[in-house]
């Protein structure tokens, strides 16, 4: 990808397996800085992780039952990051979506376009994961005024994002055929009202995240207004070639 397609309107997308938490935090820095450099074009990593809970940095210790030592009792890494929202889980059965786009040219504020308008993106992602939802017959639909994707009072896809200069970081995680037990030991997304599902509670069988990764990023492409492009060229860039994967 040259300096040159960048202004091409294509979302190049790449599946990446499963990948650990920081190789793909990683991953995404990378990508996001030569993004902002011109040296390629929006993005799109699909990919499942190890088990892992994250905290944003608006999180509240108080969501985690017991600590965080207390997650890595249970098997899983422990991570504070830099993405809005509180405490969540990635792991297993759980489809992971880290668009890497450039904001104000797909949604620029009125008046100011230089500037991207990041709830506009957040309702683009949560269109996305219900259109990808109602593709399976379940009836999947923002809760306001939280974000995600919701089955009732049920959360099926979280989503926490930060903006870097303009670029998008972090994504959404939609719960194909997760553990639910994961979640029992944190408040997820810090909202103690609720609960959590997956596709498979929800009586679709037989779907894995890989499988589900290709209608996911089309839903996605749409939602942002681009083409989708499977870049067989994506992992290398983002140092995520399938034969290097850490577990």
Known sequence: MSAAEVGDPTLRCAWLGTVAYTRAWEAQRRLAAARRAGIVGDCLLLLEHPPVY?????GDPAHIHGG???????????????????????????????PIVDLAAIFPIAGHPRLGDVIRYLRALEAAVCATCRELE?????RPPYTGAWVGRDKLAAI????????????????????????????P?????AGVTSLAQQGVAGMTPERLAPRLAAHLAAALGRRLDAAVDLAALAGLEQADQAA
């Open 160 to 187: 926490g994002v930060k903006l870097a200069r303009q670029i998008t970081l972090h994504g959404l995680a939609l719960n194909v055929c997760t553990d639910l037990r994961w979640f029992d030991a944190v408040v």
């Open 189 to 193: 997304c810090g909202i103690s009202d």
């Open 68 to 98: 965080p030592d207390r997650l890595r009792a249970l098997g899983a890494e422990y991570h504070e990051v830099d993405r809005g929202g509180s405490v969540t889980f990635h792991g297993p059965g759980q489809l992971v979506a880290y």
């Open 54 to 58: 994250t905290m944003g940095r608006n």
């Open 138 to 142: 379940v009836s999947a639909a923002p």
